[in-house]
């Protein structure tokens, strides 16, 4: 009878790899921003434009003179922002419809208002550009508007 040494078994070959450390692509600065800039992110107040929507197109007291120029300015600014929803996401390529309303909303917005008066007539058609963008938005990429915290927030709406 003979008597064999007891061996180790085979280490198999993926066990000796040592994976690398994976580092994505990109400086500490780089990422450092991205985190900042998530952090100072604030949605897009869809209740409080579409409270501005119903005053500006429907209410029969509109705003006038420097609050429209507040106004204009706010309907402007949540057009870019609708414009970078609806033509960033890869996902949702945009519609035709959609590509107008961002480019008719921009030549819109850059008509100057001067001091606000007598341009409701723009501020109205910049309105209604960006009430059809935004149900353009909501439709094609599921962005929910909820009227019900505009009209809470409004005090439209007992609590």
Known sequence: MTV???????????????P??????????FYED??????AWEPLPT???TATLDRVLESP???FDRE???????????HQRLSTIALAD?????????RWLVENGKVIGEVPIGDGTGVLGTVRLLASTLLSLLDEVAR?????????DAQTRSGRCSP
Do not use: C, M, N
């Open 47 to 49: 209740g409080e434009i």
């Open 90 to 98: 890869r996902r949702f390529p945009p519609t035709a419809e959609a």
């Open 61 to 63: 007291d509109p705003p």
């Open 68 to 78: 429209l120029v507040y106004v204009h300015w706010q309907l402007r600014s949540w």
């Open 34 to 39: 991205v985190v900042s800039r998530l952090r």
């Open 140 to 148: 094609t990429q599921g962005l929910r508007v909820d009227e019900d």
């Open 20 to 29: 690398e450390k994976h580092v994505p692509r990109g400086s500490r600065e």
């Open 4 to 18: 064999t040494e007891a061996v180790p078994p085979a280490a198999h070959p993926l066990s000796l790899h040592t």
